[in-house]
């Protein structure tokens, strides 16, 4: 069987399920999800492997109009992907007109070159005509090389969505081992674990001000213990409160919820320790955004 891949960018405003959408496709729970937007805040790499084709999943953060230095980056990071990849997945929701920023990603797209799939997601919410009208209007107004409606967060269509992307596989060797689901260091993914219970546990003004760092990440000899340090950033004094909680509750819970997620994508036991301390306006300084690692 001659080997074929194919390196798609998912992409879109934020809030379009583009890393429940990841996560669906490839089968596993790679990237971190809440309803908040900016979830994602950096370039995530899922792959699946099947029937001689791979398949590189590159999720990106939501485009938008950027307030601080961190959402420029963000911006930069979805750029980025579109010199890497053959074709872009373009995710939106059951609608008959795009938005102002979507246009201006659209736009983009099309300077690029790059053949663009119209995904309408969380067709589920809507009925089947209903999602079937907004995507023959939604592929009137934009040159797409293809489209479909499906749902990620039960799958439905999505199946259909394979088949659209499958024609844009070229012939080539697998980059990736076919068992490979990322190539993201472990390290990466627990420090995105620990800031997605954060997403779940915090008011909406927190979460966005928080950025999660590994400083530890240990294997114990002769032991199925990983044991890992955590320092959790935050931009205000009054936050560093709310983040610890009454008598440290809320950190406790975090931590708890953190630990059992990492323990499950790990495959053994983790002693998770999280500090909470305060980067003043971390977001707009070049210095700490480099220092975090973006």
């Known amino acids: 069987m001659t080997e074929k ?28 999800i809440s309803p908040k937007a900016e979830t994602t805040r950096s370039r995530i790499t899922g792959v699946l492997t099947e029937d001689g084709i791979q398949y590189v999943f590159l999720d990106t953060p939501g485009y938008n109009k950027p307030k601080t230095k961190l959402d420029r980056h963000l911006v930069k990071t979805v750029r980025d992907t579109f010199s890497d990849v053959d074709c872009a997945l373009f995710l939106t929701y059951p609608k008959e007109h795009f938005l102002e920023y979507e246009k201006k990603l659209l736009d983009e797209l099309s300077e690029k070159g790059l053949p663009v799939i119209l995904g309408i997601n969380k067709a589920d919410t809507v009925s089947s005509e209903i999602a079937q009208r907004c995507l023959v209007s939604l592929m009137e107004q934009y040159g797409f090389a293809d489209g479909c409606c499906f749902s990620a967060l039960d799958g439905t269509g999505t199946d259909v969505l394979m088949e659209k992307l499958y024609a844009f596989a070229v012939e080539g ?12 260091p472990e390290k ?11 997403l779940f546990n ?20 002769n032991s ?13 004094d009054s936050h560093k409160g709310m983040i610890i909680g009454k008598g440290g509750s809320m950190l406790k819970k975090i931590g708890t919820e953190a630990r059992k997620k990492a323990e499950d994508f790990l495959g053994c036991r983790v002693n998770l320790q999280c500090w909470v301390k305060v980067r003043n306006d971390w977001r707009n300084s070049e210095f700490d955004l480099k220092d975090l690692g973006f």
């Open 202 to 221: 915090l008011r909406d003004e927190l979460p966005h001000g928080c950025a999660v760092e590994v400083m530890r990440f240990k294997e114990r000899e």
């Open 173 to 184: 060797p697998h980059y990736f081992p076919d068992d490979t689901l990322t190539d993201i």
């Open 224 to 236: 199925d213990i990983v044991d890992i340090d955590v320092n959790i950033y935050c931009e205000r």
């Open 188 to 198: 990466y993914v627990v420090s995105e674990i620990v800031r997605e219970r954060l």
């Open 5 to 32: 891949n194919l390196f798609c960018s998912i992409t879109g405003m934020p809030n379009m399920g583009k890393s429940t959408l990841l996560n669906r496709l490839i089968g596993f729970d790679l990237a971190i």
